[in-house]
């Protein structure tokens, strides 16, 4: 059991790396760099969610993290555009020493997720919504609302996210991405796509004035069915936020590793 819990943290960091890196490479100015004990994913956009800086690797003594963070930070400010650190948290070590590193390098914790994992879903544990229409993002329009309800649910402005991940230049048919209507309005939306031998889910929001009517559960297992339908793959990997890790629980997602996202200033 540990090691299989060893290797599934090992695959959980492993998957954001290389999904928030291949959000980062879908732009003309996007560069992935991978260096010592970190990997850089840079979207040349003002989004700051596809401008990531992940450890790679698990420190080996505060010196090492020092100068993972150096790095980081010299990266970042080259940029010249707005950026994350993402870690797993059980690769730095010591949590006093990575509060005095990352507070002397100016980085603060923005937000804690949870890497979870499933093999088969759960089947629903309450009738799923019969109101909603769901379409697969392949337009504009789609495009515009699975961007715009991640922007509103992260507090952040729309025009950051249609500078990114609203453009059509992020997209491809290997993107399963789909958004929920109700009555006409864009109520919740999420992104599958296949990774190294698993569906990576993420961008999943729901409209404030529409939570918790199972709307996002809905909208998920009708991305995964297609996704699976189109690659065989049934094991899913996905970074939950701490709002959305009940309803992942519930579908029968796993946790096995915390991760959490820093910010400079």
């Given at each position: 059991m540990h090691h299989q819990q060893r290797d599934e943290i090992v695959e959980s960091a492993d998957q954001i790396i290389r999904m928030w890196t291949t959000f980062a490479s879908r732009f003309p100015g996007g560069t992935v760099e991978a260096l010592p004990g970190i990997t850089v994913g840079f979207s040349g956009t003002p989004l700051p969610f596809v401008n990531v800086v992940h450890l790679s690797s698990p420190v080996r003594d505060r010196d090492d993290l020092a100068e993972r963070c150096r790095v980081a930070v010299a990266r970042g400010k080259a940029s010249g555009r707005p950026w994350l650190f993402s870690a797993c948290d059980a690769w730095l070590g010591d949590p006093a020493v990575v509060s005095e590193v990352f507070s002397g390098m100016g980085l603060n914790r923005l937000l804690s997720m949870t890497g979870m994992v499933t093999d088969a879903l759960l089947p629903p544990q309450r009738p799923l919504p019969t109101d909603l229409v769901i379409r697969r993002v392949n337009d504009e329009e789609t495009r515009h609302a699975l961007s715009d309800l991640n922007m509103r649910s992260y507090e952040l402005p729309i025009e950051l996210g249609r500078e990114a991940s609203a453009r059509e230049v992020f997209w491809d048919a290997s993107f399963y991405g789909h958004v929920g209507y109700v009555g006409g309005e864009a109520v919740s939306c999420t992104l599958t796509a296949p990774i190294d031998g698993c569906l990576y889910v993420s961008w999943v929001a729901t409209h404030p004035d529409h939570r918790r009517r199972g709307y996002a559960e809905a909208v998920m297992r009708h991305s995964l069915e297609?996704?699976?339908?189109?690659?065989?793959?049934?094991?899913?990997?996905?970074?939950?936020s701490e709002m959305g890790r009940p309803v992942y629980e519930a579908m029968g997602y796993r946790p096995v590793a915390a991760f959490t996202w820093f910010a400079l200033g």
């Open positions: 297609e996704a699976a339908a189109a690659t065989g793959l049934r094991r899913t990997v996905l970074h939950a």
